[in-house]
């Protein structure tokens, strides 16, 4: 059975971090390139950043240099680091293998960004 849950979301003011953490189980965790992706109220949900089984990084530019995304594969677990942090980062904020997410999605975090 397939489960991603993500957690470390909460109400921050403008300026501020938080750390996203999701981990995997019931998939072979290491050969997947693993991404965080977004949803805004009333927008579709966006990709954020990926990374590749091997490491590579790739984010959008609307978080370039404020976000970074890691992996630990011993432990199943992919991380978001979200460094100033903008009003407009608010989102419900889940990960999901990427580039083709699996028909599985967790219950996401909350992220608020507001003061």
């Known amino acids: 059975q397939v489960q991603l849950v993500e957690s470390g979301g909460g109400l921050v003011q403008p300026g501020g971090s938080l750390r996203l953490s999701c981990t995997a189980s019931g998939i072979i965790f290491n050969i997947y390139h693993m991404g965080w992706y977004r949803q805004a109220p009333g927008k579709q949900r966006e990709l954020v950043t990926f990374?590749?089984?091997?490491?590579?990084?790739n984010y959008a530019d609307s978080v370039k240099g404020r976000f970074t995304i890691s992996r630990d594969n011993a432990e199943n677990t992919v991380y978001l680091q979200m460094n100033s942090l903008k009003p407009e980062d608010t989102a419900v904020y889940y990960c999901?293998?990427?580039?083709?997410?699996?028909?599985?999605w967790g219950q996401g975090t909350q992220v608020t960004i507001s003061s």
């Open positions: 990374i590749t089984n091997d490491g590579s990084t």
């Open positions: 999901n293998a990427y580039p083709s997410p699996l028909n599985f």
